[in-house]
């Protein structure tokens, strides 16, 4: 955030407010605490701080609609109702009408999200320049890839029907592949994981690999900044679960593309590479020529922000 070019010192004149908070540690103590699960009082600390001890006219200009910050989890992690009886699993953040007006950053957002937009997972390619990354680019549009899929994903829930045993099993069925093969694949099958999203995604867009969801919340109802919906058909492969229930081999749907499509599917997925990456920490300048998931996160908070307070401001 520090690099990020258009900072001021003053929050007077700042269009958009960053909290640099760490939702998901500071859930811990709501979470695990010595005596109680107090996961409803997760954030009213940080609310009294904004209102009352940082700087209050801050606050109260606009009451947070010019506020956003990153929590890196699920949004269902901070969404439990407040009077759950019993607690389940998560703490009630989200479900706070102090942070109602606050843009908040998560690794996945829930089916209709209010307060939240998702952003791409953090991946372990972080190029430093761009001579770095156009290598790898290159390196990637080389390859020569003889294995048809790949299924990224374990083993699954003992829910049945389950996507991901269907996927796994008829894998089996056809080669030795594994989620720890090495090699580049043309394509790579990632049902949900723990979520319906996955962190695999982003690895396999990374490797040039074409992705292929069994539903849209795996990532085309998640990252429409960074993947916008219109243009899955031109890098991806759309199989529903509810057909691979009913018997659809996924095979046949995969062997059925012909291979002209899977070369401009492949195009597609290195030119929306940048898009899902973040660029290492003090990177060169020709690389940051290049938006990354960053630059394309503040982006659309600013718009988000932007049409907020042009609501506000009509009522």
Request: charged letters at 25%; aromatic letters at 12%.
């Amino acid at each position: 955030m520090l690099e990020y070019p258009c900072l001021t010192s003053d929050p007077s004149q700042a269009n958009a407010i960053y909290v640099p908070y760490y939702g998901g540690l500071d859930s811990l103590k709501y979470l695990f605490g010595p005596e109680v699960n107090s996961s409803s009082q997760h954030g009213l600390d940080l609310y009294d701080f904004l209102v009352h001890v940082d700087l209050p006219s801050i606050w109260s200009r606009y009451y947070g609609h010019d506020h956003f910050m990153v929590m890196a989890r699920p949004a269902w992690d901070f969404s439990q109702p407040l009077f759950n009886d019993p607690i389940v699993f998560g703490t009630s953040f989200f479900e706070l009408p102090e942070f109602y007006n606050v843009t908040a950053l998560t690794i996945e957002s829930r089916a209709y999200p209010w307060q939240e937009q998702a952003i791409p997972y953090p991946t372990s390619f972080h190029p430093p320049n761009l001579a770095f990354f156009e290598s790898w680019v290159n390196r990637v549009r080389r390859s020569r890839r003889t294995t048809l899929m790949l299924f990224a994903g374990g083993g699954g829930i003992s829910a049945n029907p389950n996507v991901r045993r269907s996927i796994r099993l008829e894998c089996e069925n056809v080669t030795s592949m594994s989620a720890d093969d090495t090699g580049y694949e043309k394509l790579c099958e990632f049902p949900t994981g723990d979520t319906q999203t996955r962190r695999s995604t982003l690895d396999g867009i990374l490797a040039g690999c074409i992705p292929v969801f069994f539903e849209d919340l795996s990532a085309k109802k998640q990252y429409g900044w960074h993947l916008p919906e219109e243009k899955y058909e031109e890098f991806s492969v759309s199989i529903p679960k509810e057909d691979v229930f009913k018997g659809l081999k996924i095979l046949d749907v995969l062997t059925s593309i012909p291979r002209a499509q899977v070369r401009r599917m492949r195009e597609k997925v290195l030119e929306m590479m940048p898009r899902v990456m973040y660029r290492k920490h003090g990177s060169s300048l020709g690389l940051r020529s290049k938006k990354d998931a960053f630059d394309i996160a503040i982006e659309g908070t600013l718009e988000r922000i932007k049409s907020r307070l042009q609501e506000v401001a009509a009522q």
